[in-house]
């Protein structure tokens, strides 16, 4: 209840507040969460040093700039329905060559940047748009963060026992899936290196893409200042044809990987992990 009323009352500060107010503000709430959340800092400061490829000591500066990122994160998310979107964007034809060559294809990101506005950035430059979504443990805050996707264009795909026919489906009807895969949430994953580790990534996007054909179009909605943001989009990554078994899903989602990875290095404080990959 105290989570779902937090969230409610983020909403109801950007519904009344000028943006500059509501990104101040995240800023302070991510300052307080650095400081008090023993724990997440804990957690981020080792990701940090594996990103980074060196010690992050605790007094390190950019650990609470994670934090900073998670506050705004959740601000622009809450105004992504009524606040224009400042964007620049780099690699915008793979995209459309992608769709081109096969109306039905995946994006593909992590939890960096804001991966939720990168989908309402999509659906407001036109795409059709579906989301595979984590479903809460709280039904009013599942219900919340739902809704405002929704609002903004967004079809959302609950992870569960039908999320596979689902994507097909949207596949099927030529309509953008978008799927964040830097941690699997299952025991069901494709174990990959990661960062020089042994990780768990969801095997889910190469399944589709070998069931489907569908080429998978990677993309990170990297913030430059709050609520501003560049767009990266990678060429496409195509599933070989024919018949596939496990190897090539284990290919497939180590590429995916591999361009995860390449992108957290580039910008380490807006990778927002919460769970130790060392």
């Not at 490829?53 to 500066?61: G, K």
Request: charged share 15%; glycine share 8%.
């Amino acid at each position: 209840m105290g989570l779902y009323l937090l969230y409610r009352l983020g909403l109801l500060v950007n519904a009344v507040w000028s943006a500059g107010g509501c990104w101040w503000l995240a800023h302070h709430l991510g300052a307080w969460h650095a400081r008090w959340a023993v724990l997440d800092r804990a957690v981020v400061r080792s990701n940090l040093s594996v990103a980074t490829s060196s010690p992050v000591t605790d007094d390190d500066p950019r650990l609470t700039e994670v934090f900073h990122h998670f506050g705004w994160y959740l601000a622009e998310f809450f105004r992504s329905h009524r606040h224009p979107l400042v964007i620049t964007m780099t690699g915008y034809h793979h995209l459309l060559e992608a769709a081109r060559a096969h109306p039905g294809c995946m994006v593909l990101t992590g939890h960096i940047g804001n991966w939720e506005l990168g989908a309402v950035a999509l659906t407001r430059a036109g795409f059709p748009m579906s989301a595979v979504a984590l479903t809460h443990a709280n039904r009013r805050v599942n219900r919340l963060f739902d809704n405002q996707r929704r609002r903004c264009g967004v079809d959302v795909i609950p992870l569960g026992a039908q999320t596979a026919s689902r994507c097909l489906r949207a596949l099927h009807e030529g309509r953008l899936l978008g799927l964040v895969a830097d941690r699997d949430y299952g025991a069901e994953g494709v174990v990959v290196e990661f960062f020089g580790h042994r990780w768990l990534m969801p095997r889910g996007p190469a399944v589709l893409s070998l069931r489907s054909g569908a080429p998978v179009v990677p993309v990170f909605m990297i913030r430059q200042a709050p609520g501003a943001f560049h767009f990266y989009m990678e060429p496409p990554l195509w599933p070989p044809q024919g018949p596939w078994d496990e190897r090539h899903v284990q290919q497939l989602v180590q590429a995916y990987a591999h361009v995860i990875e390449r992108y957290v290095r580039r910008f380490p404080t807006q990778w927002l992990m919460f769970q130790s990959i060392a």
